[in-house]
């Protein structure tokens, strides 16, 4: 599991594949949410950018200063289609 520091800016990426077959493309939406572990939302459903490569998207996010210590994160993906994809993270205070 990744750890970041309070205060850091974290780029995150995905890369979206065709289900089965693996193929690089391009939905017509992809967005970014991002959860702590008890549900509560602390980014929703925001537009994610497109790499110039096929099926590459990034979010650049900044991580609340208003969080506890030792928060685990998850980051959701989600597109057109029953698709998402979920990461893991916990962030940390500063020392």
Known sequence: MEKYLIGDKIRFTASIVTLGSDEPYDPEMVTVSVFQKDGTKLL???KANKSEIVGEYYYDWVIN???AKDN???VVWDWTGPQKKKMEFQVEPEV
Request: charged content about 35%; aromatic content about 0%.
């Open 72 to 74: 685990k994160l998850v």
């Open 44 to 46: 929703d459903k925001q």
């Open 65 to 67: 200063s208003g969080l």
